[in-house]
Nanobody
Framework: QVQLVESGGGLVQAGGSLRLSCAAPGSFSSYAMGWFRQAPGKEREFVASINWGGGTTDYSDSAKGRFTISRDNAKNTVYLQMNSLKPEDTAVYSC?????????????????WGQGTQVTVSS
């Protein structure tokens, strides 16, 4: 069973930056990883994903150019660096693991989820 723990969320002003971390024990290095977010009253949406080795990444249109996903398999951790944050980025951000080497955009492709971390961007 893969247990994911996110950290790094918080309150930041528009234009600021945050780095989210997602720690996973066990055989993490063989899993593709993704970040998703959910704002109040909205559906969960894809943010970014990365393959097992870190060489292939994918971003939503809203994240492209501002967010960077990366991973350190030696530390069993995946990161989401978020720059130029906007109030519309406010949401609960969750990391997810997919029992496949390759990433996906649909949350239904991911079998393991963390509890999420709140990101609030003030205007």
């Amino acid at each position: 069973q893969v247990q994911l723990v996110e950290s790094g969320g918080g309150l930041v002003q528009a234009g600021g930056s945050l780095r989210l971390s997602c720690a996973a024990p066990g055989s993490f290095s063989s899993y593709a990883m993704g970040w998703f977010r959910q704002a109040p009253g909205k559906e969960r949406e894809f943010v970014a994903s990365i393959n097992w080795g870190g060489g292939t990444t994918d971003y939503s249109d809203s994240a492209k150019g501002r967010f960077t996903i990366s991973r350190d398999n030696a530390k069993n951790t995946v990161y989401l660096q978020m720059n130029s944050l906007k109030p519309e980025d406010t949401a609960v951000y969750s990391c997810a693991a997919r029992r496949s080497a390759w990433p996906a955009r649909s949350p239904y492709e991911y079998g393991y989820w963390g509890q999420g971390t709140q990101v609030t961007v003030s205007s």
